[in-house]
């Protein structure tokens, strides 16, 4: 059974595009609570209008925000992440929970910082790091979490709570999130740029444009939840639409003499070697 969050009071740092995303989904769903919620933001004009918007308390004072949080969820830029933790550092208590979704940063690096900035009075923290993605706006994230060292089974528990309530989630083994990085949270540009070629296909062929992108946009789907529900290997269910001297062999051909294959799997592999570099840029 999900753990019961409604009485946890939850801290989001940073809440921009996903950590926005992420409270739509808490409060819309009520997850967590709007008066045990509170954000925060870097600029001030953003706090005024995303509290408007929200119904919770944003401020800009990240030290203030996590006071008394059960759970603080880090939704700031990856080179933000070690400036915002020194500064929380002394405020956070000892047993709240730290979810962390920036790229690069690994949990071991979240717990040293936590513990460097309290000379040691915070070297135990549970710390889950997790990878969501955008599609998490209609619920349809795809979320890969793993554990830092004093993250307990019932810490992950909490974190896939969170996650499932944009999508699905899966737990890995820290040394996949790079990879996670560049093929989940990356992909769904990937997936768009995809999409809009097969409706300009369609433009070519005569279709209007909305038809055209309609057509592309639900048959990306189709073939996504197919995939998903029957568990098929998409080689099978690629051979299954795929007629002997059909019109579907014709455009087979093109692809692979336009190398899609190998260009998407050198876009994944280029993407999860850049997810390794950020947190060490300025
Ligand atoms: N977008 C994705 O697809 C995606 C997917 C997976 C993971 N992530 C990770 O999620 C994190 C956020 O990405 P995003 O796309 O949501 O970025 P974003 O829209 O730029 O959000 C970052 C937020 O951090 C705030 N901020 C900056 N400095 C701060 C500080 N010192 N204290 C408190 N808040 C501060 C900004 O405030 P203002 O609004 O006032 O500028 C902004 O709201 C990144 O670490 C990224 O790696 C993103």
């Known amino acids: 059974m999900s753990p019961k969050l409604s009485d946890k009071k939850l801290t989001v740092l940073g809440a921009g ?3 926005g995303i992420l409270l739509r989904a808490y409060l819309k769903q009520g997850l967590f ?5 509170i954000a925060t933001v870097k600029h001030a004009e953003r706090a005024a209008a995303l509290a408007k918007e929200l119904g919770i308390a944003v401020t800009t004072d990240n030290r203030e925000a996590v006071k008394g949080a059960d759970i603080v969820l880090l939704t700031i830029k990856p080179q933000t992440v070690a400036e915002v933790l020194q500064e929380i ?3 956070i208590g000892a047993d709240t929970l730290v979810v962390c979704v920036a790229a690069s940063v690994p949990a071991g690096f979240v717990e040293q910082q936590l ?3 309290t000379s040691g009075r915070r070297d ?3 710390v889950v790091r997790a990878m969501p993605n955008t599609p998490a706006a209609v619920h349809c994230g ?3 979490i793993c554990g830092g060292t004093h993250a307990s089974a ?3 528990d909490i974190a896939r709570t969170m996650f499932d309530a944009v999508g699905r989630t899966i737990v890995l083994d820290e040394k996949h999130m790079d990879a996670v990085t560049g093929l989940s949270a990356s992909g769904p540009a990937f997936a768009y740029i995809i999409l809009e070629s097969l409706a300009e296909g369609g433009v070519k062929v005569g279709l209007p444009r909305d038809v055209a992108t309609l057509l592309a946009a639900q048959t990306m789907k189709g073939a996504a939840s197919v995939v998903l529900e029957t568990g098929d290997h998409p080689a099978l269910l690629k051979d299954a639409v795929t007629t ?3 019109c579907t062999i014709d455009g087979i051909l093109e692809l692979e003499e336009g190398k899609l294959r190998v260009t998407l799997i050198k876009a994944v592999v280029k993407a999860t070697s850049r997810a390794g570099e950020l947190l060490f840029e300025k």
Not at 33 to 37: H, I, L, T
């Open 154 to 156: 019932h810490h992950l």
């Open 115 to 117: 513990a460097a900035a």
């Open 33 to 37: 609570v709007s008066n045990r919620v």
């Open 89 to 91: 550092a002394l405020e």
């Open 142 to 144: 795809m979320t890969a």
């Open 17 to 19: 595009k996903l950590g």
């Open 124 to 126: 135990e923290m549970p």
């Open 244 to 246: 002997p001297a059909g």
